[in-house]
């Protein structure tokens, strides 16, 4: 009976451990900051400054801000622009068919994009959603002059350009390519350089007795990389509130977890002292 528990519990804890990332580019590690006040009321003022003119946030009100410290006067100051109240919720004016004809695609609502994320980047998304803000790259064959290393050929502009500062980047793919008239296939590498302008400088050279599999890496070079440093801590501060946002009730479930944990184990301690009690005379 213990021994079947014991098999049951050790499954579950190895089932949540294992998740797959998406392929593709590798993601970085958000660092957690979902319990910090003042990391969230960062990330809160980037969200509604940067991000709400596209995006919608439309599960969440203005006045939820409270649970992470800010008080109704500080929303009112620093975060409504345009006649909100703060009973509001985060709608934006642009219609979905204004920017399915300027962005070609509708930008998603960003209230659970954390949590929708999370079924194939990463228990919580959040690693996902901090790559994706910092590997935005000038690319002039865009419509829209931006690229992404983990989402190409996006349909978004990089909002925080200014912030992240200007970057230049280097991408070395190693790739098969097919041999002519029969030929055995031979490798590539393939350099691509994005200059800070987003004009891109391709050399290709044939890589002979190459015996692994495809490769990709990628490497940004800052003008400012002070400036990247501070951009880097403000997305993280940035990925935390929308993984608040997406589960304002995150921290509060993981200790009611480890109470529950606690409880259960101090239970089960006395159970078995009763048990053994109880049997004593009866053997
Ligand atoms: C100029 C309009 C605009 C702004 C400003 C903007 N976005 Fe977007 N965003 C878009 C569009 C359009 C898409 C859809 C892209 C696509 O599907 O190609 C998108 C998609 C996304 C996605 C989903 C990506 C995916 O993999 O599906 C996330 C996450 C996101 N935006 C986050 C943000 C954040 C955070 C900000 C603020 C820093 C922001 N966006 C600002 C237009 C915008």
Redesign the pocket.
């Known amino acids: 009976m213990i021994k079947k528990l014991i098999g049951a519990v050790a499954l579950m804890l190895t089932c949540t451990a294992t998740f797959a990332a998406e392929g593709g580019y590798p993601l970085d590690k958000a660092p957690y900051r979902v319990n910090d006040m003042a990391s969230l009321q960062n990330g809160a003022k980037?969200?509604v400054n940067?991000?709400l003119?596209?995006?919608s946030a439309s599960s969440m009100r203005y006045n939820k801000l409270k649970d992470i410290g800010l008080t109704d006067q500080q929303i009112k100051e620093s975060l409504l622009f345009t006649g909100e109240k703060v009973g509001d919720m985060m709608n934006i004016a642009m219609t979905a068919k204004d920017?399915k004809k300027?962005?070609?695609?509708?930008?998603?609502d960003?209230s659970v994009?954390a949590r929708a994320?999370s079924v194939n980047a990463g228990p919580s998304g959040s690693d996902?959603?901090y790559t994706?803000?910092r590997t935005f790259y000038r690319d002039t064959s865009r419509a829209t002059g931006w690229n992404n290393l983990?989402?190409p050929?996006?349909?978004?502009?990089h909002?925080?350009w200014e912030r992240q500062g200007p970057r230049e980047l280097t991408t070395v793919a190693m790739h098969e390519v097919e041999g002519k008239e029969g030929a055995p296939k031979t490798w590539e590498r393939v350099t691509t350089v994005y200059d800070a302008q987003g004009f891109s400088t391709v050399k290709a050279e044939p890589v002979a007795n190459y015996h692994g599999h495809a490769t990709f890496d990628a490497k940004f070079k800052a003008a400012n990389p002070a400036q990247v440093a501070t951009y880097d801590n403000d997305v993280a501060d940035?990925t935390a509130f929308?993984s608040w946002m997406a589960e304002p009730v995150q921290t509060f479930r993981v200790k009611l977890g480890v109470g529950v944990m606690l409880f259960l184990l101090l239970f089960f301690l006395v159970m078995w002292r009763l048990n053994a009690s109880y049997w004593k005379h009866v053997r």
């Open positions: 980037l969200f940067y991000c003119n596209c995006h920017a300027w962005f070609g695609t509708t930008p998603p960003l994009i994320k996902y959603i994706y803000l983990v989402f050929a996006v349909g978004m502009p909002a925080l940035l929308m």
